[in-house]
């Protein structure tokens, strides 16, 4: 039951994340040179509100929660580490969407479609990347994995304690 909590909190959340990824580049994208300062200011902090208060906040959950899974569900494959590389990319992404808000307006005359499209189309291979091996779980040869990954590192914990 914690399982499926789980699994529908991290989907719910994703699906916000990604679609916001998706959004807010396409927000940038327009172009806003006849607006009036009113307008503009009004989509500036609504770009601004909505990465703040609803993409990002989805965002942390979902990776929060698909922390989670891996470990209730014990999946330690080497897809899904090939999938945590590709979520991280997406997070990278999402600061870099972030700071192409704060840039317009900073900016306001710099060009959108440069600041946006290469942000969609980043976004959407990179969701389409997460889903195929997801949802397709391809089987990774080990060899293909780095030996430092597959290497023990004989580093200790700082204290004695097992947790249970």
């Known amino acids: 039951m914690l ?20 959004a807010l580049p396409l927000m940038l994208a327009a172009d806003h040179q006849g607006q009036s300062q009113e307008k503009y200011t009004r989509l500036r902090l ?11 906040p989805a965002a942390v959950i979902a990776v929060f929660a698909g922390t ?14 090939a999938k945590l590389v590709a979520v991280g990319f997406l997070v990278g992404l999402h600061g ?5 808000i704060i840039d317009i307006g900073e900016n306001p005359e710099r060009a959108r479609l440069q600041l946006a499209v290469p942000r969609f189309v980043a976004a959407l291979g990179l969701m389409a990347v997460i889903l195929v091996l997801v949802l397709g779980k391809p089987v990774i040869p ?7 990954l597959m290497t023990p590192r004989d580093i200790h914990l700082p204290f004695d304690e097992v947790p249970i």
């Open 142 to 148: 080990l060899d293909l994995v780095p030996d430092w």
């Open 3 to 22: 399982l499926l909590a789980v699994k529908t909190l991290h989907i719910t959340t994703l699906v916000i994340w990604c679609a916001g990824m998706l």
């Open 96 to 100: 870099l969407t972030g700071h192409a």
């Open 46 to 56: 609504t770009l601004q509100a909505t990465y703040i208060w609803v993409i990002t």
């Open 68 to 81: 989670a899974l891996i470990f209730l569900a014990e999946v330690y494959v080497p897809w899904m580490f």
